[in-house]
């Protein structure tokens, strides 16, 4: 038996820069540089998704909402505790050095 998780994602297309930005609600907040078009913003969401969690493109694929903020990818290969857990890291990295004034 394949593992594997859903995350709920909330998109924000054409951000300075990709990253994981953290909780919104249920969902994760991701932001990606590639606009809402031609599905540029998709490609994006699961490079940044497969990159952050450490798994090929090929194991993370948006399931529903694809031309919506408001996205549905699922994870193959990670519980999603795990999942979860990688995720937080990211944010927390992401956090190392930026200015909170």
Do not use: C, F
Not at 10 to 28: I, K
Not at 51 to 73: F, M, Y
């Amino acid at each position: 038996m394949t593992t594997s998780a859903r995350l709920q994602l909330r998109v924000a297309p054409g951000a300075g820069r990709s990253e994981v930005v953290g909780r919104h609600g249920d969902a994760w907040k991701v932001r990606v540089t590639a606009a809402p078009e031609g599905g540029k913003a998709n490609d994006a969401v699961v490079r940044l998704v497969a990159a952050t969690l450490g798994l090929p493109r090929r194991d993370v694929e948006i399931v529903s909402g694809h031309t919506a903020r408001d996205k549905v990818v699922a994870v193959a290969g990670l519980e999603l505790n795990e999942t979860e857990r990688r995720l937080a890291e990211a944010v927390g990295a992401n956090a190392v050095g930026k200015d909170t004034n």
